[in-house]
């Protein structure tokens, strides 16, 4: 049974960090692309960041420089560091394995 479990959210001022985490079970991790999408009351969700098995990064334009998204193949987890946060980023962050697979999404609250 694959899951994929993120935790770290929470609510914090605008400028400050926080790390995404996202434990996965049931799938090769090593093996798969991982991705955080987040989705803003009313919007549709969007890709944040994404990384392949080799470390190879790709970031959303508004994200890049204050985001960092690592894995730990060891782990089986991945990251989403999060510096310089803003009130724009506010939305339920979703870990994916881009094939079909997410969590069950964590908040982000960022205050002015």
């Known amino acids: 049974q694959v899951q994929l479990v993120e935790s770290g959210g929470g609510l914090v001022q605008a400028g400050e960090s926080l790390r995404l985490s996202c434990a996965a079970s049931?799938?090769?991790?090593?093996?798969?692309?991982m991705g955080w999408y987040r989705q803003a009351p009313g919007k549709q969700r969007e890709f944040v960041a994404s990384i392949t098995s080799g470390g190879f990064t790709n970031y959303l334009d508004s994200v890049k420089g204050r985001f960092t998204i690592s894995r730990d193949n060891a782990k089986n987890t991945v990251y989403l560091q999060m510096n310089g946060l803003k009130p724009d980023d506010t939305a339920a962050y979703y870990c994916?394995?881009?094939?079909?697979?997410w969590g069950q999404g964590t908040q982000v609250t960022v205050s002015s």
């Open positions: 994916t394995n881009l094939a079909g697979r």
């Open positions: 049931g799938i090769i991790f090593s093996f798969n692309v």
